[in-house]
């Protein structure tokens, strides 16, 4: 059974920065490419990056470009993603989100964590 | 940027058929995906490739994708069907995945 969990969350200053981890089994992670996606509070979906199966393809959505990096380590099975420069609009539910292909394209994600909540206010 | 519409919300009386549609320009020739999401929990990918079912989604949950439109059609549709409900696709010009607004489906 595929398992995504997702941790470091929580509450952070406007400015400053944060490390997201999704631990994944169930899966061979190294095979596939993987995603964040975040849901603002009462608010929709909205993609954030992509990282391809071996490490050297990544997609920032506009928003996040220049803030954010993906990268992940397929000998610990493990997802990230370092938020710096945070702003209260990041404000949202993180969850990160397995893809059947070794590349995000034309692929949906079939499997997602439960999110971690991520909060940057004062 | 591409951009997918999707009506805010849509209701239904238990036992008769919802459609949900996602607008997007010329959406018919990229591969929509579809998820449903309750209150409190992660998506879960209900229809992918237009009109492809995972194992385990009901087959009362069907999809179609031409023109402009793709639709999202629940039949028989039950109290446990309420979400909101999300389509998905790729954007090749920019490289980005972008998901439509969500849809509320309310079973009355």
């Known amino acids: 059974e595929v398992q995504l969990l997702e941790s470091g969350g929580g509450l952070v200053q406007p400015g400053g920065s944060l490390r997201l981890s999704c631990t994944a089994s169930?899966?061979?992670?190294?095979?596939?490419?993987m995603s964040w996606v975040r849901q603002a509070p009462g608010k929709g979906l909205e993609w954030v990056s992509a990282?391809?199966?071996?490490?050297?393809?990544?997609y920032y959505a506009d928003s996040v470009k220049g803030r954010f990096t993906i990268s992940r380590d397929n000998s610990k099975n493990r997802l990230y993603l370092q938020m710096n420069s945070l702003r209260a609009d990041d404000t949202a539910v993180y969850y990160c989100?397995?893809?059947?292909?070794?590349?995000?394209?034309?692929?949906?994600?079939?499997?997602w964590g439960q999110g971690t909540l991520v909060t940057v206010s004062s | 940027s591409y951009v997918l519409t999707q009506p805010p919300s849509v209701s239904v009386a238990p036992g008769k058929t919802a459609r949900i549609t996602c607008g997007g320009n010329?959406?018919?020739?990229?591969?929509v995906h579809w998820y449903q999401q309750k209150p409190g929990q992660a998506p879960v990918l209900v229809i992918y490739?237009?009109?492809d079912r995972p194992s385990g989604i009901p087959e009362r949950f069907s999809g179609s994708n031409s023109g402009n439109t793709a639709t999202l059609t629940i039949s028989r549709v039950e109290a446990g069907d309420e979400a909101d409900y999300y389509c998905?696709?790729?954007?090749?010009?920019?490289?980005?995945?972008?998901f439509g607004g969500g849809t509320k489906l309310t079973v009355l």
């Open positions: 989100a397995k893809d059947p292909a070794t590349m995000t394209t034309m692929t949906p994600f079939d499997s």
């Open positions: 169930g899966f061979t992670f190294s095979s596939y490419a």
């Open positions: 990282i391809s199966f071996s490490d050297d393809t990544t």
């Open positions: 010329n959406i018919g020739f990229k591969s």
């Open positions: 490739y237009d009109r």
């Open positions: 998905q696709v790729w954007d090749s010009n920019s490289d980005h995945v972008v």
